[in-house]
């Protein structure tokens, strides 16, 4: 009898959170609720996220009883068809290939002979399962405010009675006086000092943190610049510094290296054009450690760790950290807790630390990169 193991394990998926297949791994669904792209203009409706480890591999049941019943066999030979079918995955896992499950995923071993899950887009909600992305697009609203038209008098509550207020009849022509405007009202006299005085003082209070910033910055600049001219005038001084236990100044540490054939043989003097020599090669390679350094640091540059897999087994270190040298990564390796393998380089935006982490995923098939320095 053939029995299609896949189909239970999709169908298994919509009725239960987690889903252990014996002697293989466990599926677990999490429920993400809907999120709206305002980019693309699009709501996705709530679904479940599905995930898959291989170091549960209990058998809590589920699986067996569902193939049992379905097919009418005993939980026994149900099981044997479930260790046949995972023996068949894991012997195609082991040759490098990709098992498919339909509707469920797609698993592979990377190079560290761990599975990788990769899942398909079915959505195993079943109160939002078949729910397609909906669709909007933002209404655009004037800011203009309309001036308010003057809201009409109440009407009148029923079998209440409204009295009219009689107008008085215009007096006759002869009695009509014209009235007189009354003067203008002049304002009392305030000074200007007590109006600006506040202003005065927040004016200045700002001038004098503005001077302490701007006196802060030229102390820290000045103390920057001058530790910098230590630095590179002692590192002059090392490297033009004699070599200690010869009894000669500026020497080239080649020819103080050179083995005396015999006792008798005599030392040569040094002469002033060897002399000019040797400082001239000093300060030649003193400007290139300098242009070196220069090139390779930019300015204003931070030192980033990006740490790949913390590895238990060295064969696997040593496979990873030689992928990363032939991609021209700067390896950083060390042996704590197992073999941490990672790589190191400067940087000098948060960007490129975020592009270095999805170029060595899409290299490693590593998910779980961590920044150890930053």
Not at 38 to 60: A, M, Q, R
Not at 369 to 374: L, Q
Request: with cysteine; hydrophobic share 35%.
């Amino acid at each position: 009898m053939q029995i299609d193991i896949p189909a239970h394990i999709e169908k298994l998926l919509f009725l239960h959170d987690t889903l252990t297949i014996p002697g293989f791994g466990t599926f677990t669904a999490t429920k993400v609720s809907a999120a709206a792209d305002y980019v693309g203009g699009t709501v996705s409706p709530p679904s479940k996220s599905l995930t898959f480890s291989e170091n549960i591999t209990t058998d809590d049941g589920i699986l067996v009883q569902d193939v049992a019943v379905t097919h009418g066999i005993s939980n026994e030979e149900a099981r044997r068809a479930i260790e046949d079918f995972v023996e068949k995955m894991q012997s195609q896992l082991n040759q490098r290939e990709i098992v498919t499950l339909p509707a469920v995923g797609r698993l592979y071993k990377n190079y560290v002979q761990k599975i990788q899950f990769l899942p398909d887009t079915t959505n195993f909600s079943p109160e939002s399962f078949g729910l397609p992305p909906l669709q909007f697009s933002p209404i655009s609203r004037s800011r203009e405010v309309e001036k308010s038209q003057e809201t009409a008098p109440p009407a009148p509550a029923v079998g209440s009675t409204i009295k009219t207020a009689s107008t008085p009849p215009p007096p006759p022509a002869s009695t009509v006086k014209t009235p007189v405007a009354p003067p203008p009202a002049v304002e009392p006299y305030t000074p200007s000092a007590t109006r600006s005085g506040g202003a005065g003082w927040a004016t200045a209070i700002g001038i004098f943190l503005l001077f302490c910033a701007l006196s802060g910055g030229y102390w820290l600049w000045q103390r920057q610049k001058d530790k910098l001219a230590s630095a590179d005038k002692e590192q002059t001084e090392r490297l033009s510094a004699p070599l200690p236990g010869s009894g000669k100044t500026n020497e080239s540490p080649k020819k103080t290296e050179k083995p005396v054939l015999t006792e008798e043989k005599t030392e040569v003097p040094v002469t002033e054009d060897l002399d000019k020599k040797a400082q001239e090669s000093v300060a030649e390679k003193t400007r290139a450690a300098r242009e070196e350094m220069t090139k390779t640091t930019p300015k204003g540059a931070r030192e980033c760790i990006l740490v790949v897999a913390t590895l238990r087994e060295k064969a696997n270190a040593d496979r990873l950290e030689q992928m990363l040298k032939e991609e021209g990564f700067d390896i950083y390796y060390l042996q704590k807790n197992g073999y941490q393998v990672g790589i190191r380089f400067y940087y000098t935006r948060i960007s490129e630390v975020q592009e270095k982490m999805k170029t060595l995923q899409n290299l490693t098939g590593e998910k779980e990169i961590w920044i150890k320095k930053k």
